[in-house]
């Protein structure tokens, strides 16, 4: 069950309780809620208490990341928060693109000359992409949230693909790897990077890839990384025990001698999220995706973003969680544009914004719920609104969008560039 996060009066946080505990607290008036997403309560009287150590783990993902809070129990870390963060690279990177056509048009058109300036760009050590910046800054907000709601220890990040350090001189002095070891998942993630996640004799992506021999083992071929490649189910069986050059593929066994480099496994990304979690002052642990799969294997539990973050490093190695498990999903929207006056495809000026953001008491990217007594919208909605001067909301549930009047409306979470859905279970409730 996803836990409650709580607070002292002096908003110090403690350890967080069950949903039964908090609402109990609640009832009595012991407790009062200080934020929705993720839910707060906030003790009125209670000042300190005694706290376990806990981590946040993180899987960052290019779309999205795995977050999961785990605390030492006795038989290892139990998973008492988890969350999914979707971030908006997309979206920046087509804001951005519509902003440049925009621009560029604008110039083309030659209204009037001013002189070209192109090589007045600098770009600062470190400098990021905006859309994976956002992505950087978006895990850096929740590590900030999470810390001041829970008693953080510590963080876990999967840093890089594969642990070079062991795979360094695997090409050369090489290393003896089998299915279901640790080193096994390691070699196969460095596999995957350098075959570029294809079938390296058809070229055929998204399927499931075999870690295959160049020259097969019956005819005395290695284990080396150097001997390795990756092969869609049908070439390997057609490959049999032929060597890649019989099968037709005398380059393979050159491009396999190969070593990749360093940096393959390095992402710009990662790395810079692992700088910013650094100022946090907390320790900060790594690991490797490699091992991150390995962990959950072990465990058999299925793949998702919230179950990576509990498997990361070392930490990750007995991690418990239970059918009741369920991960928040939150999901980067943004505080809406600056742009006034919208354009139709054409790029003229069709429509224009108020600059009142506020109607109502309400913005849009308020999280709301709203009780409609009759009409074609009858019942209970929640989710993200978005406001009109007139009154009219619309409000993005979990099915569907409806339009409801701002009378039957109350905000449950001020709109904070973020909205919530609650997720799946990743383990049926009989298991
Ligand atoms: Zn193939």
New binding site residues.
Partial sequence: MQRVLVIDKNKQPLMPCHPARARELLHKGKAAVYRTFPFTIILKEREGGDTQPMAFKIDPGSKTTGMALGADFKRGKRVIWAGELTHRGQQIRDALLSRRQLRRSRRARHTRYRQARFDNRRRPEGWLPPSLHSRVENIWTWACRLNRSAPLVSVSLELVKFDTQALQNAEVSGVEYQQGELMGYEVREYLLEKWQRQ??????KDLPLQVEHINPKLRGGSNRVSNLTL??????QEKGTQTAAEFGFPEIQKLAKVPLKDAAAVNATRWALYARLQLSGLPVEVGTGGRTKFNRAQQGYPKTHWLDAACVGESGEKVYITSSDTPLLVKATGHGSRQMGRTDKYGFPSRYRLRQKRHFGFQTGDMVKAIVPAGKYLGTHSGRVACRATGSFDIITATGKVTVSHRYTKVTHHADGYTYKKGQGAIPPHA
Avoid: M, T
Wanted: net charge negative; proline share 0%.
């Fill in positions: 079938c390296a004799y058809c070229n055929a092969a869609c189910h049908d070439c390997n």
